[in-house]
């Protein structure tokens, strides 16, 4: 019994540390980010999109990782040489779903069957694939501070910090 309880506060813990919106790619859902390095300065910063999220969010995203990235380097700028970001559309198929919900009302159980008909839908999914360049010292107006951007972006999507998550 004391096992169960363990691990039932386990499993808690580990989903409330789950950001489903910000997090690294996951070749399951195909949702996430990812960083690869091209040379001692250049990256390719990706972020793929659950569908329905907006291309906006998924670029701030991008930018949030590629942020992350310039100060993993150990510098504190990072300029997009290229932004080769899409997006897919697809018409998908829902199959039909059922459900009972169950309601009391005095001493009367009422059972409700909600049917919801099969359908297609077009569901659109926004992917970011940025080059950047990192630096130590602002090489132009257009680079980024990246300290500024993280702080930015993760207050404005209610991302929690990593030494927050612990």
């Known amino acids: 019994m004391n096992y169960l309880l363990v691990f039932s506060l386990a499993a808690l813990v580990w989903v409330d540390r789950c ?20 040379d001692d300065s250049t990256y390719k910063i990706t972020f793929y999109g659950p569908a329905g999220q907006t291309g906006d969010v998924i670029q701030d995203l991008a930018l949030l990782h590629a942020a992350e990235v310039t100060l993993e380097a150990g510098v ?52 970011a694939i940025l080059t950047i360049r990192v630096y130590r010292s602002k090489p132009s107006a257009q680079a980024f501070t990246a300290e500024y951007l993280i702080a930015s972006i993760r207050r404005k999507y209610g991302i929690r910090a990593p030494a927050e998550e612990s």
Do not use: M
């Not at 950001?19 to 091209?38: A, F, M, Q, V």
């Not at 779903?97 to 359908?119: H, M, Y």
């Open 19 to 38: 950001d489903p919106l910000y997090s690294r790619y996951n070749t399951y859902t195909k949702n996430g980010y990812g960083d690869i390095r091209l």
């Open 76 to 127: 504190s700028y990072f300029a997009v040489l290229r932004d080769d970001g899409y997006a897919e559309s697809a018409t998908v198929f829902v199959p039909e779903e059922r459900k009972t919900e169950v309601s009391k009302k005095d001493s009367s159980v009422i059972k409700t069957q909600i049917i919801q008909k099969a359908r297609q839908e077009q569901r659109n999914w926004y992917n």
